[in-house]
């Protein structure tokens, strides 16, 4: 135990990968479902950042947030359900806020970072991904 405990070797990394997934997936579930229940309203103060309209903007940062979001909790697709997630925050973070001090970006770093540790971890055992795969290789 003391091994375990002071050692080098991670304890489980399909447990740190599936804890990971539910805290990162659900945040962005809860920054999504806010902008998808309050689109109407935040639409006129949406910035168009990429020059692709306020409200493609919008539609596709809910869908990175929400619908990504539940996706990589799930563990389902989750290298490929991280990229939209990754993208909305290089945007937010060398955009959006380009200009802002980096306390104020800090977040939206944060966040492009821990995108990039789920990708290269994955879903790990504890997920849809596992079933879905384990189903196409019979």
């Given at each position: 135990m003391k091994e375990k405990i002071l050692g080098l070797k991670p304890i489980s990394t399909d447990f740190a990968a599936l804890l990971l997934r539910l805290i990162f997936g659900g945040l962005f579930i809860?920054?999504?479902?806010?902008?998808?229940?309050?689109?109407?309203?935040?639409?006129?103060?949406?910035?168009?950042?990429?020059?692709?309209?306020?409200?493609?903007?919008?539609?596709?940062?809910?869908?990175?947030?929400?619908?990504?979001?539940?996706?990589?909790?799930?563990?389902?697709?989750?290298?490929?359900?991280?990229?939209?997630?990754?993208i909305t925050m290089f945007v937010a973070f060398f955009i959006a806020h380009a200009n802002d001090p980096f306390q104020i970006k800090s977040l939206s770093f944060t966040?492009?970072?821990?995108?990039?540790?789920?990708?290269?971890?994955?879903?790990?055992k504890f997920s849809l991904d596992r079933y879905v795969l384990s189903e196409s290789k019979r």
């Open positions: 809860h920054f999504g479902y806010t902008k998808l229940i309050g689109f109407d309203q935040m639409l006129p103060l949406f910035p168009d950042l990429i020059g692709i309209g306020s409200k493609t903007s919008l539609i596709l940062v809910v869908f990175a947030e929400f619908f990504c979001g539940i996706f990589v909790t799930l563990g389902f697709v989750t290298r490929l359900t991280v990229i939209p997630i990754f966040y492009l970072l821990v995108s990039i540790v789920v990708f290269v971890l994955g879903s790990g």
